[in-house]
């Protein structure tokens, strides 16, 4: 049975149709990369699959269960993990209190009202255990707040992680981290991958190509093509829409040959 | 190498400044409910007055404390709290005029309907945020009100006069003001210790993280509503023992215990004092409560005579003495600045004078 099935999806602002009859799965075990050029419609697809948007057509099902109509924080009791494009952190915690308070949701009541939870060492264990795969180790007791921006991106990516999800959809987990640093999250998500099935957004070429078994290629809300990474390296309507674009395609192709 | 110096527990609470947990978050509340514990001996016996007053603050630094759970922690501005305070003060004198006086009985009863109209209040508004919020808290808090003025049988506008305290199994405990000051100032040490104990809680966390990003909870799996609703019920209760206290001291129950004034006081006191540091409740009681009594005071009784007016009336002294009278009457028209000072040199309330420190 398929982690998460998306079909016929649609949705219009006004005029402009920002997803436009989308159907994609995601399988387990693998990683489907959603790739396309800005405003291509990717984030609105991401936001349709938690709830946050509600899609004029179409539905959503985790695991064969439809959850088109379903709340967010439903949604995300099943199983569905996310990250944001813009980071979405509670910034007056801690690194560690963010990874805890994600685990606390699915670990027991958060209806406990007299135990003191900073003294719940199974939770701070778990939360620090996360906390130190992503490399934010050294960081663990400061303020979010304090974080640079590739810290705040790692912990986003930690916080999906400990909300130990069924799928877990990833909005441009790499943007913004430095160039030394994608090496070791690209093997962290190619780690997770085999616990938890991914649906990757990102406009780094050479993470998505190393990482997907499939990739979708959506351009103004429509999916101009589905298929393995070679066969969307050689696919010639979406090296046109990507020529036209930036080129990025036939760079990394280029640089993969 | 790291893993010996770092220790997720110790990490678990917010960093603050200087590291370590915060000194003021310790002694400000040791501070407080010492120098009320002494106050009666520094009084002397028979100084009511001051009692009843100091009685008073700390009957509204229980009300803004309870509100602090839902204003300060959960980011919502209940412009109805103070419909708790009035409840909780009818059903002891709506009990007590059918001749049931027992706190023992009263108690759980104040408990369970402050409770069922927080139910009620919080189902219709925690949806809601922003002004709507506001504005929804605000109509429920007159309906408590006009509810209570047409209540013809149990005085109405005038309010009610109570046959006397409650007993405490069956004793006149409360009848002597200091046993009843001590009564209340033990009441609030509880609650702030159960609210600390709740605010460091799970669910307390919860409603921490509501506080930060409310679709951050929605996407770890919060229902962030129910969370919210829940501290609402609990706040709600607590204020109602709040309006037991306060029908207690005055022995008497009036609709003008629960105006929409009241509920901006209770505001105003979380302002001064600090939100979401439930000491600042207490500080901010004592501050507000004290204007009150101090700014009249100041203006009519010291001010006033300094300069008296000349032969014949009229001039300066004359006029001087208008001000003054204006002012004492209308103490409220210092507060405006006192809020200003506040907002613009400590920002976060009182509290964060006497250290800079996180969140509790
Ligand atoms: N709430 C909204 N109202 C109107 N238009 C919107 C709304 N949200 C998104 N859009 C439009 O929908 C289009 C797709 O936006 P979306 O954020 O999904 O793109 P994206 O593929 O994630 O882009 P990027 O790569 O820049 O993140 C854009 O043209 C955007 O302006
Ligand atoms: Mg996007």
Redesign the pocket.
């Given at each position: 049975m398929s982690a998460l099935v998306v079909d016929g999806l649609k949705k219009r602002?006004?005029g402009?149709t920002?997803t436009d009859d989308v159907s994609i799965t995601v399988e387990e075990g693998e990683i489907h990369a959603v790739i396309?050029?800005?405003?291509?419609?990717?984030?609105?697809?991401v936001?349709q699959i938690c709830g946050d948007?509600a899609p004029d057509e179409g539905s959503v099902s985790l695991y064969g269960r439809d959850v088109t109509h379903y709340s967010v924080h439903r949604r995300a009791q099943m199983g569905l993990g996310r990250t944001f494009?813009i980071t979405c952190l509670l910034e007056g915690f801690t690194v560690l209190e963010n990874v805890a308070t994600a685990l606390q949701a699915k670990r027991g009541s958060s209806f406990r009202f007299f135990r003191p939870v900073a003294t719940e060492r199974a939770l701070n264990d778990a939360a620090f255990a996360l906390i130190a795969r992503v490399g934010l180790a050294e960081r663990a007791g400061e303020r979010v707040a304090n974080l640079s921006h590739g810290e705040h991106r790692k912990l986003e990516l930690a916080v999906a992680l400990a909300t130990e999800p069924k799928v877990l959809l990833l909005?441009?987990p790499l943007a913004g981290t430095g160039p030394e640093e994608v090496e070791p999250l690209i093997v962290l998500l190619g780690e997770a991958r085999k616990s938890v099935p991914i649906l990757l957004?990102d406009?780094d070429m050479h993470a998505v190509f190393s990482l997907a078994h499939r990739v979708t290629v959506?351009v103004n809300?429509r999916v101009i093509a589905t298929g393995s990474p070679a066969e969307i390296r050689t696919n010639p309507a979406v090296l046109e829409a990507y020529l036209g674009e930036e080129g990025e395609l036939a760079h990394t192709e280029a640089a993969g040959a | 190498m790291a893993d010996t110096t770092l220790d997720p527990a110790t990490m678990a609470a917010p960093q603050r400044a200087g590291g370590g947990p915060s000194m003021a978050a310790i002694v400000s509340p040791l501070l407080f409910f010492a120098l009320f514990a002494g106050l009666p001996f520094l009084l002397g016996s028979g100084d009511t007055f001051v009692l009843t007053i100091a009685s008073r603050i700390l009957i509204m630094a229980l009300a803004a404390m309870s509100l602090d759970l839902i204003l300060g922690y959960g980011a919502m501005v209940s412009f109805g709290h103070a419909a708790f305070i009035g409840i909780g003060a009818y059903v002891i004198g709506i009990a007590s005029e059918h001749g049931m006086e027992e706190i023992a009985i009263t108690l759980p009863m104040t408990l369970a309907i402050c409770g069922a109209f927080a139910l009620l209040m919080g189902a219709v508004s925690v949806r809601t945020s922003g002004i709507q919020f506001i504005m929804i808290t605000l109509a429920i808090g007159q309906m408590a009100y006009f509810g209570a003025t047409s209540l013809a049988r149990y005085g109405g506008d005038d309010g009610l006069t109570l046959w006397g305290r409650s007993l405490v199994f069956d004793t006149r405990l409360l009848g002597d003001t200091t046993t009843l000051y001590y009564v209340i100032l033990a009441t609030l040490a509880v609650c702030y210790v159960l609210l600390s104990v709740i605010v460091a809680s799970r669910f307390g966390r919860v409603l921490r993280g509501i506080n930060e990003s409310e679709k951050r909870m929605e996407a770890l799996g919060y229902p962030v509503d129910r969370f919210r609703l829940t501290a609402f019920v609990i706040a709600g209760a607590i204020c109602g023992v709040a309006g037991i206290l306060l029908a207690n001291l005055t022995e008497f129950v009036s609709p003008a215990y629960m105006t929409w004034d009241r509920s901006a006081d209770l505001i105003i006191i979380l302002v001064i004092g600090g939100l979401g540091r439930l000491h600042g409740a207490l500080w901010g009681a004592l501050v507000l409560l004290g204007l009150e009594e101090a700014i009249p005071w100041l203006f009519s009784d010291i001010l006033a005579p300094l300069v008296s007016p000349v032969e014949g009336g009229g001039g300066f002294g004359a006029w001087w003495q208008h001000v003054c009278a204006v002012i004492a009457e209308n103490w409220r028209v210092i507060l405006g600045p006192i809020l200003v000072l506040v907002a613009l040199y400590a920002r976060g309330g009182l509290v964060t004078l006497l250290g800079r420190e996180g969140r509790a």
């Amino acid at each position: 049975m398929s982690a998460l099935v998306v079909d016929g999806l649609k949705k219009r602002y006004g005029g402009l149709t920002v997803t436009d009859d989308v159907s994609i799965t995601v399988e387990e075990g693998e990683i489907h990369a959603v790739i396309g050029p800005n405003g291509a419609g990717k984030t609105t697809l991401v936001k349709q699959i938690c709830g946050d948007v509600a899609p004029d057509e179409g539905s959503v099902s985790l695991y064969g269960r439809d959850v088109t109509h379903y709340s967010v924080h439903r949604r995300a009791q099943m199983g569905l993990g996310r990250t944001f494009q813009i980071t979405c952190l509670l910034e007056g915690f801690t690194v560690l209190e963010n990874v805890a308070t994600a685990l606390q949701a699915k670990r027991g009541s958060s209806f406990r009202f007299f135990r003191p939870v900073a003294t719940e060492r199974a939770l701070n264990d778990a939360a620090f255990a996360l906390i130190a795969r992503v490399g934010l180790a050294e960081r663990a007791g400061e303020r979010v707040a304090n974080l640079s921006h590739g810290e705040h991106r790692k912990l986003e990516l930690a916080v999906a992680l400990a909300t130990e999800p069924k799928v877990l959809l990833l909005d441009e987990p790499l943007a913004g981290t430095g160039p030394e640093e994608v090496e070791p999250l690209i093997v962290l998500l190619g780690e997770a991958r085999k616990s938890v099935p991914i649906l990757l957004i990102d406009h780094d070429m050479h993470a998505v190509f190393s990482l997907a078994h499939r990739v979708t290629v959506l351009v103004n809300g429509r999916v101009i093509a589905t298929g393995s990474p070679a066969e969307i390296r050689t696919n010639p309507a979406v090296l046109e829409a990507y020529l036209g674009e930036e080129g990025e395609l036939a760079h990394t192709e280029a640089a993969g040959a | 190498m790291a893993d010996t110096t770092l220790d997720p527990a110790t990490m678990a609470a917010p960093q603050r400044a200087g590291g370590g947990p915060s000194m003021a978050a310790i002694v400000s509340p040791l501070l407080f409910f010492a120098l009320f514990a002494g106050l009666p001996f520094l009084l002397g016996s028979g100084d009511t007055f001051v009692l009843t007053i100091a009685s008073r603050i700390l009957i509204m630094a229980l009300a803004a404390m309870s509100l602090d759970l839902i204003l300060g922690y959960g980011a919502m501005v209940s412009f109805g709290h103070a419909a708790f305070i009035g409840i909780g003060a009818y059903v002891i004198g709506i009990a007590s005029e059918h001749g049931m006086e027992e706190i023992a009985i009263t108690l759980p009863m104040t408990l369970a309907i402050c409770g069922a109209f927080a139910l009620l209040m919080g189902a219709v508004s925690v949806r809601t945020s922003g002004i709507q919020f506001i504005m929804i808290t605000l109509a429920i808090g007159q309906m408590a009100y006009f509810g209570a003025t047409s209540l013809a049988r149990y005085g109405g506008d005038d309010g009610l006069t109570l046959w006397g305290r409650s007993l405490v199994f069956d004793t006149r405990l409360l009848g002597d003001t200091t046993t009843l000051y001590y009564v209340i100032l033990a009441t609030l040490a509880v609650c702030y210790v159960l609210l600390s104990v709740i605010v460091a809680s799970r669910f307390g966390r919860v409603l921490r993280g509501i506080n930060e990003s409310e679709k951050r909870m929605e996407a770890l799996g919060y229902p962030v509503d129910r969370f919210r609703l829940t501290a609402f019920v609990i706040a709600g209760a607590i204020c109602g023992v709040a309006g037991i206290l306060l029908a207690n001291l005055t022995e008497f129950v009036s609709p003008a215990y629960m105006t929409w004034d009241r509920s901006a006081d209770l505001i105003i006191i979380l302002v001064i004092g600090g939100l979401g540091r439930l000491h600042g409740a207490l500080w901010g009681a004592l501050v507000l409560l004290g204007l009150e009594e101090a700014i009249p005071w100041l203006f009519s009784d010291i001010l006033a005579p300094l300069v008296s007016p000349v032969e014949g009336g009229g001039g300066f002294g004359a006029w001087w003495q208008h001000v003054c009278a204006v002012i004492a009457e209308n103490w409220r028209v210092i507060l405006g600045p006192i809020l200003v000072l506040v907002a613009l040199y400590a920002r976060g309330g009182l509290v964060t004078l006497l250290g800079r420190e996180g969140r509790a």
